[in-house]
């Protein structure tokens, strides 16, 4: 059975147990052995993380909630354990609930964003540039990721024609 590292910010969630136990059922339901960071029994910052890492190296492929969380960006130890695992070579299907690109976010999130022609890009109340490469996340995470846009199931039908046809 090929395992799969469940990566999201679902674990910061009032239902994260809960959320637990129905992600980790839909991967043994479609044939795969779940390695789910709730699963450490660490407490400290650095057990967490060290687990979550051995988890990751055991991993056949990684499923990573790239949904926005706490703004318009995934969450940031999501991001980092996808980093991680396409270094060491392990596939990651992200999912997001739509295809809502990045700059469209920025917007919801933090207000008004304007094209500076003189620039040629997006910026935003800061005069920081608002990435436009027509895609949901960074680009970091856009490219070194297959996107699928739906739920955890989707992402798992999605790795299982990767891996069986």
Known sequence: ??????????????????????????????????????????????????????????????????????????????????????ARGIPVIGYLAGPTQIKDQVKTYYGPIYFDDEKEMWLDQNQSMVEDFGLPVNLMLGVSSQLVFGDLLTAIIHLQGQLYD
Request: glycine share 8%.
């Open 1 to 86: 059975m090929k395992k799969v590292y469940l990566a999201g910010p679902d674990v910061f969630f009032h239902d994260a147990a809960l959320r637990a136990e129905q992600h980790k059922n839909l991967c043994l339901s479609h044939g795969f052995e779940p390695l789910h960071p709730a699963d450490g029994v660490e407490a400290t910052a650095a057990g967490i993380y060290h687990a979550n890492i051995r988890m990751i190296q055991e991993a056949d492929a990684v499923l990573a909630n790239l949904n926005p969380f706490r703004g318009a960006e995934p969450d940031s130890g999501t991001a980092f354990e996808v980093g991680y695992a396409v």
